[in-house]
């Protein structure tokens, strides 16, 4: 029921408007009334009416400037303006406004009520638009997840100009306009969820985060299985630190709160320049890959960590090393954990924690390689894969010659384990999505189809079955549900004679509104446009794909 507010100085008007319409018999709720707009502003403010009919002269405040406050905080609000002068100047001003009606007094009970219909007509169809536009951006949210995954990604790799950057972010609702900036990368655990990462107990950990967004100076990004990426910003360095020392302070408060949940992070170099954010997740990945090398939760910063903060400080004896004691499992942890990307900052930080001085002894360079080497192949073949594809160690001598050529040799032959194993597990994740697949193709007509739904169906995470759809097939979950949806719609607009309501129905969209909505969103023309094989502009023949390649949610 939509409600009605009337601003009316003189009394018997009022009265009458009020008294004398039936409102609630003809759909609406008379909400209020005020004498003038001093009065009805903070009344309008609370009640959040639907429409406003209001005087224009009334003392002090007119209804034109009531209705200038108005559409500045509640655009949505319409308004009738009811007057007794019929200035053209008044008119003029009233369409600038935006106000829905003009209408000169007296005015009868039916001549005001026809006018309210037809601005109840207009408030729901826009009403149902922008549902339909809410609706299509909740349905397009994983497409905007993985656009501001690869706007990350361009950030860090300086593979986009800054205008190109900008306009990415603009497009996207991101704003990265400052003067300093830094990135921090963070990862939490659930023990037991070592490769998934996704617990009950996760879920609520990013919702209690979320309340500790200041969204003035952070914007978070998600980095499917490898935690979030979190760039601060700032108007000076020192104003920087501050708000970075207060929200990861705040964090870290709450992370001890789950004695269950590892948690661990790399504070990367503040820099001043947007295309010096490279350096700034240089930085951060160096302190970010310790979560490999130690076993308790912290925050590492990368400038300590330059400085030696955490290094051992003691001179390194050849004669009082027990190999024994040096922790494979480490190697073992990034085999099975690590991304390719990471390799090389691995490897430089598991030579930093030996300490610089061990890695000079030949010998122990030696006896590193090796057991790495080892420590590669025994992951291989626990895995069933080939060993023979790792370069081998005949050539130790020359691969251990000095820690340059000792670092390279392990990062390629870490980094080549990686791949194979990546390869294992897209092989394994084919099944998945072959799965997801059908289950679409069985399900496809059901309105609640969801990527949650199907993940539940196949005992995965939402995000890591998005991450790995979309690795497999190059198109969000989202995206292949909704092409597969309007595949089967011209099938069925062009192969038979049901009606583009029931075709709705039958590809799993109850409102037809929003099925035509998305028809013409997706494929150039509406579907009554489809079936007669006709293009907007009249062209015949010609099958439209998706017009929209490379538009978001965000460009509605």
Not at 85 to 104: D, N, R, T, V, W
Not at 455 to 483: C, E, W
Request: proline residues 2%; glycine residues 6%; contains cysteine.
């Amino acid at each position: 029921m939509l409600k009605v507010f009337l601003v009316e100085d003189e009394f018997v008007v009022r009265e009458g408007i009020k008294n004398n319409i039936d409102w609630a018999s003809r759909g609406y709720e008379f909400c209020g009334e005020a004498s003038d707009g001093e009065l009805a502003f903070p009344m309008i403010q609370k009640l959040k009416p639907d429409i406003v009919i209001t005087d224009i002269r009334m003392p002090f405040m007119d209804g034109l400037v009531l209705s200038r406050l108005i559409k500045k905080e509640f655009p949505w609000i319409e308004i009738i303006i009811l007057t007794g002068y019929e200035e053209f100047e008044y008119a003029k001003e009233g369409i600038k406004i935006g106000i829905a009606q003009y209408l000169s007094k007296p005015v009868s009970g039916e001549a005001l009520l026809k006018e309210v219909d037809a601005v109840a007509v207009r408030i729901e169809e826009k009403r149902k638009e922008r549902e339909i536009k809410e609706k299509y951006m909740k349905e397009m949210e994983e497409n905007l997840h993985k656009e501001r995954k690869e706007l990350f990604q361009y950030l860090v790799t300086g593979s986009k100009s800054v205008a190109e950057l900008l306009e990415i972010a603009d497009r996207l609702g991101i704003d990265l306009s400052s003067m300093w900036y830094n990135i921090v990368l963070l990862k939490s655990q659930s023990e037991g969820h070592a490769y998934d990462g996704y617990s009950d107990s996760l879920i609520e950990i990013e919702q209690e985060l979320e309340k500790l967004n200041d969204k003035e100076h952070l914007i978070i990004f998600d980095r499917n299985l490898e935690g979030k990426a979190l760039l601060f910003r700032a108007e000076s360095e020192e104003e920087l630190e501050q708000v970075q020392k207060g929200y990861l302070d705040r964090m870290e408060e709450l992370l001890k709160e789950y004695a269950h949940v590892r948690y661990f992070g790399g504070i990367g170099v503040p820099v001043n320049r947007l295309r010096e954010l490279p350096a700034s997740f240089e930085s951060a990945s160096h302190a970010f890959a310790h979560r490999y090398l130690v076993k308790e939760s912290r925050i590492l910063d990368s400038r300590e960590l330059e400085r030696g903060v955490y290094r051992r400080k003691e001179e390194f004896n050849l004669s009082n090393v027990d190999p024994k004691q040096i922790d494979r499992s480490k190697v073992r942890e990034f085999l099975k954990q690590g991304d390719e990307e990471e390799a090389v900052y691995f490897v430089e930080e598991f030579f930093k924690d030996l300490g610089a001085n061990a890695m000079r002894s030949s010998l122990f360079r030696q006896y590193i390689v090796m057991d790495t080497y080892f420590c590669v192949v025994d992951f291989l073949e626990g895995m069933q894969l080939p060993r023979g594809d790792i370069e081998s160690l005949e050539a130790v001598g020359e691969i251990t010659q000095n820690q340059e050529n000792a670092a390279a040799y392990l990062i390629r032959i870490i980094r080549k384990a990686l791949e194979l194993r990546e390869k294992a597990a897209s092989n394994r994740y084919g099944d998945i999505v072959d799965a997801v697949m059908q289950y679409i193709e069985k399900n496809y007509a059901e309105e609640d189809l969801s990527l949650n739904l199907v993940a539940s169906h196949v005992n995965f995470s939402p995000n890591h079955l998005s991450m790995i759809f979309s690795q497999q097939t190059g198109r969000t979950f989202s995206k292949y549900l909704t092409d597969y949806r309007m595949n089967k719609a011209k099938e069925l607009l062009r192969c038979t004679g049901k009606r583009s309501s029931v075709i709705s129905m039958e590809v799993g969209y109850k409102d037809p509104h929003y099925f035509s909505y998305l028809f013409k969103k997706t494929q150039g023309m509406t579907p009554t446009q489809y079936r007669g094989g006709k293009s907007p502009d009249g062209e015949d023949g010609k099958e439209h794909g998706d017009s929209n390649e490379g538009k978001t949610a965000a460009d509605l």
